[in-house]
């Protein structure tokens, strides 16, 4: 079990002063974990620093304008995959009950697929298993990256740690088709409307 997918799961959820307080402490376990590569490392340092450094409100905009304003980066994992599709309904219920059966109880709020929870599952499991199961989406994990190193977002090197921690490979033809899909301009507020 490794702490390591608890922090990336952290790091990718909308910034609260708590993270901002425990940044050095997270870096430390991060080194001492040593299952994120140097390279990944020196990158997800910068955004700890960042993040601990900044001030709050902007970095919380940020984060929405990214994250929650911008649907070719929802971090819901299925809805790359799945879109609206009945098949995205049915994957969800796979994966809950994936995780009650590990022990993981969801709450009505909580989706299966937002990936900073499938990632705190992560944390729960043998590493080898953790492994096994994050190579699962990494076509996504992979196109959220490159999606996030385009908009030179220090939130890329999260997605480049899970890309190098994962066993396996995304495939290059699935990473294109999810990045064949338009990209959202996040201050395009009409636009934003139509999609949701």
């Known amino acids: 079990m490794s702490k390591t997918f608890k922090i990336l799961s952290l790091l990718l959820t909308y910034p609260e002063a708590e993270l901002q307080a425990v940044a050095g402490e997270l870096k430390d376990i991060l080194a001492k974990e040593k299952l994120v590569p140097a390279n990944c490392m020196k990158g997800l340092e910068g955004l700890l620093d960042d993040l601990a450094a900044g001030d709050l409100y902007d970095l919380q905009e940020r984060y929405v304008l990214l994250f929650d304003r911008s649907r070719s980066l929802s971090l819901h994992l299925f809805e790359h995959i799945h879109g609206e599709s009945r098949d995205r309904g049915q994957a969800m219920v796979d994966l809950a009950e994936h995780y009650a059966r590990h022990g993981m109880m969801l709450t009505a709020r909580e989706l299966p697929d937002y990936l900073p929870l ?79």
Do not use: H
């Open 118 to 196: 499938f990632l705190e599952f992560l944390s729960t499991r043998p590493l080898p298993e953790a492994r096994e199961l994050l190579a699962q989406p990494l076509n996504v994990i992979a196109a959220l990256g490159d999606r996030l190193r385009k908009r030179n977002s220090p939130y890329a090197w999260v997605l480049l740690a899970l890309e190098a921690i994962a066993k396996g490979k995304p495939a290059k033809a699935a990473v294109d088709e999810i990045l064949s899909e338009s990209e959202d301009d996040p201050n395009d507020l009409a636009a934003l409307d139509r999609a949701w």
